[in-house]
């Protein structure tokens, strides 16, 4: 379990480098509202973890039941990211005034070990 977290955990800081990329080129370049562009990286660092999950973290698991993984996946981890990190961002932004890039890492941190847990107990459980 402990190689197993410490692998989550280094996909998580990819992801977070992919989400916070994603929604720095979304505000910064196409002007996109910070807060749906959160949810546009959010969805790109998803997608980026569960494929960096399924050829490392939980190797060994087979293509069979992968479809089924990618939904439980945007369904547990996806749609926890989803509804947490841009109202997460948000408040860091207004209430804490943290820069926006630094508010969004603060909402990654919050949302990090319940998102192991999903994933250990219910999307990739063998």
């Not at 990211?81 to 508010?103: C, D, E, G, K, Q």
């Amino acid at each position: 379990m402990l190689a197993r977290w410490l692998k989550f955990n280094a996909v998580g800081i990819a992801g977070c480098l992919v989400q916070l990329a994603a929604l720095w080129a979304l505000a910064r370049w196409l002007r996109i509202e910070y807060v749906l562009a959160t949810a546009i990286a959010v969805e790109a660092a998803v997608v980026h973890n569960f494929a960096w999950h399924e050829i490392w973290t939980w190797r060994g698991l087979g293509s069979h039941g992968r479809i089924a993984r990618l939904l439980k996946f945007h369904l547990g981890n996806g749609l926890l990211s989803l509804l947490a990190n841009p109202p997460l961002t948000w408040i860091f932004v207004h209430y804490a005034r943290m820069p926006l890039l630094a508010a969004n890492l603060a909402a990654i941190i919050c949302v990090a070990l319940m998102n192991f847990a999903i994933a250990e107990w219910w999307v990739f459980n063998a």
